[in-house]
């Protein structure tokens, strides 16, 4: 069992930064991915990092904003997100294991999640 605990959300201003991290119990020998879901939306997949960092997959959305990094000396992976727009406030969730072997669904383990907003 994996405990995976996000932080770093928050309310900021469009154009701005924030950095969530997502801090496992153990140390995660897997994909570890970010999703996120806004109110009346589905979930969906943000990015991806591979166990040992080597590679990450992004949502075509955001890529270029977005960096997704791991530390496994923390066990904790990042995701910097920059130039913030209001259509990405949501939920974001960390998860880890892709159980299903793809890098965007089908993850075992998932956080609680932490707020971001953007403002306008």
């Known amino acids: 069992q994996v405990g995976l605990v996000e932080s770093g959300g928050g309310l900021v201003q469009a154009g701005g930064s924030l950095r969530l991290s997502c801090v496992a119990s153990?140390?995660?020998?897997?994909?570890v991915g970010w999703f996120r879901q806004a109110p009346g939306k589905e979930r969906e997949f943000v990015a991806s990092?591979?166990?040992?960092?080597?590679?990450?997959h992004y949502g075509d959305s955001r890529k270029g904003r977005l960096t997704i990094s791991r530390d496994n000396a923390k066990n904790t992976v990042y995701l910097q997100m920059n130039n913030l727009k209001p259509e990405d406030t949501a939920v974001y969730y960390c998860a880890a294991d892709p159980v299903s072997g793809h890098y965007d669904v089908g993850y075992k383990y998932w956080g609680q999640g932490t707020q971001v907003t953007v403002s306008s």
């Open positions: 990092i591979s166990r040992t960092g080597e590679t990450t």
């Open positions: 153990i140390r995660i020998e897997s994909t």
